[in-house]
């Protein structure tokens, strides 16, 4: 089957910056759902809204649009579920996991989750996708003094976070 030019168009956009997207989705969805599924479902609608799109360097911001309304109805949506006890699942043995680590990162995604939506993205953009603050400035539509401002007071606010998360669970609060 062969590719259209609209298919060609998209994957030239998407195939740079598919890391990051990765990575914003992977932190952005911690616990919500499964970043693959974000991830796919945003490619789907970017896709289907792709004539839409007003600049190709604005891409990426439109897929992280997407992705974050995607990711709000399906918090919506969500209802409890329950694991059944015989789940296999259960009992797979992750061979590279590093226990304390992945106690930390589960604080840390836990601790993200108190912050104001902005302080969110903006973190999750800046530390785990790596993008600048002249970029985030752009993709979140406010200045950079802005950016700086949410960046400071979101890290503050984890610092305080993970600092009492981190004394109450060693019986030093």
């Known amino acids: 089957m062969e590719m259209t030019s609209k298919q060609r168009e998209f994957l030239a956009l998407y195939e740079p910056?598919?890391?990051?997207?990765?990575?914003?989705?992977?932190?952005?969805v911690y616990g919500d759902m499964e970043f693959r599924?974000?991830?796919?479902e945003t490619l789907l609608v970017a896709f289907e809204k792709f004539d839409t799109l007003r600049s190709k360097e604005a891409f990426l911001s439109f897929l992280f649009g997407i992705s974050v309304r995607i990711l709000s109805n399906n918090n919506q949506k969500k209802k409890e579920r329950l694991l059944k006890a015989d789940d296999g699942?259960?009992?797979l043995k992750d061979e590279h996991s590093d226990p304390q680590l992945d106690v930390e990162i589960?604080?840390?995604?836990q601790a993200m989750k108190s912050l104001n939506e902005e302080q969110r993205e903006c973190?999750?953009?800046?530390e785990i996708s790596g993008f600048s603050i002249r970029e985030i400035a752009e993709i979140q539509a406010v200045s950079e003094s802005a950016v700086k401002q949410r960046l400071r007071r979101g890290r503050a606010k984890l610092t305080e976070l993970m600092t009492f998360e981190s004394s109450y669970n060693t019986g030093r609060a």
């Open 17 to 28: 910056i598919h890391d990051r997207f990765e990575r914003f989705c992977r932190a952005r």
């Open 123 to 126: 973190i999750i953009l800046f």
């Open 106 to 109: 589960h604080f840390l995604y």
């Open 89 to 91: 699942a259960l009992f």
């Open 37 to 40: 599924d974000l991830i796919n």
